[in-house]
């Protein structure tokens, strides 16, 4: 065999190595829009920024633990938007359906408009605990007016999974980020009910 063909039959052989060892294409997993109770008398025009992240959080990957003084992240398993911009989404459908009366926007949206209320939301923590129990846990902040100071609150929601694995912690994520929505619209409700 020449030099050549040699390096031609390696060259092949590589690539079919390379091509059995390729990871299948990743699961792609979104959080559920959850309804709940509807309010009245909140702000007319609502504004949601951007849901911040801890650091740990901003990856195509899901997350499951940070206990134990490390992370248990899925290789194959992947959010099918940035986390960060699907909290928001998520959020922005879930506050809209709750307040009924009002238009909530995202500050990144191509509709703008001056804001009676803004909102805005970190999530410090999103996976499980050493039990099996999904956290959700941050801060959030609402504020009336243009200059209003921000009545600001921490969250912490634990909820079960409803079966185990990946499929579970979205669902239980799903309904964490409904609580919270729920928690918010009270919040706008009330807060601009106070200020009337």
Same mark, same amino acid.
Request: glycine share 10%; proline share 6%; with cysteine.
């Given at each position: 065999m020449s030099p050549r063909c /040699?390096? $031609?039959a390696a060259i092949t052989?590589?690539?079919?190595?390379l091509a059995g060892c390729a990871s299948p294409s990743p699961v792609l997993y979104t959080i559920a829009t959850l309804p709940g109770a509807v309010q009245s008398g909140a702000p007319r025009v609502i504004v949601l920024q951007e849901v911040g992240l801890a650091?740990?959080?901003e990856r195509s990957q899901i997350v499951r633990s940070s206990e134990n003084?490390?992370?248990?992240v899925e290789s194959?398993?992947?959010w099918g938007e940035p986390l960060g911009a699907m909290l928001t989404r998520?959020?922005?459908?879930?506050? /809209?359906? $709750?307040?009924p009366e009002s238009v909530v926007l995202g500050e990144n949206g191509a509709v703008t408009a001056t804001a009676d209320a803004t909102v805005a939301v970190t999530v410090q923590r999103?996976?499980?605990?050493?039990?099996?129990?999904?956290?959700?846990l941050g801060q959030a902040g609402?504020?009336?007016?243009?200059?209003?100071?921000p009545e600001l609150e921490s969250f912490r929601y634990t909820e079960p999974l409803p079966v185990p694995g990946v499929g579970g912690e979205v669902a239980a994520i799903s309904t964490a980020v409904g609580q919270l929505a729920d928690r918010l619209a009270a919040t706008l409700a009330a807060g601009h009910h106070r200020r009337r």
């Amino acid at each position: 065999m020449s030099p050549r063909c /040699g390096r $031609r039959a390696a060259i092949t052989g590589a690539l079919a190595v390379l091509a059995g060892c390729a990871s299948p294409s990743p699961v792609l997993y979104t959080i559920a829009t959850l309804p709940g109770a509807v309010q009245s008398g909140a702000p007319r025009v609502i504004v949601l920024q951007e849901v911040g992240l801890a650091r740990y959080l901003e990856r195509s990957q899901i997350v499951r633990s940070s206990e134990n003084y490390r992370l248990d992240v899925e290789s194959n398993n992947w959010w099918g938007e940035p986390l960060g911009a699907m909290l928001t989404r998520v959020l922005l459908e879930e506050l /809209g359906q $709750r307040l009924p009366e009002s238009v909530v926007l995202g500050e990144n949206g191509a509709v703008t408009a001056t804001a009676d209320a803004t909102v805005a939301v970190t999530v410090q923590r999103l996976d499980e605990d050493a039990a099996g129990h999904l956290v959700l846990l941050g801060q959030a902040g609402v504020a009336f007016g243009a200059r209003g100071v921000p009545e600001l609150e921490s969250f912490r929601y634990t909820e079960p999974l409803p079966v185990p694995g990946v499929g579970g912690e979205v669902a239980a994520i799903s309904t964490a980020v409904g609580q919270l929505a729920d928690r918010l619209a009270a919040t706008l409700a009330a807060g601009h009910h106070r200020r009337r």
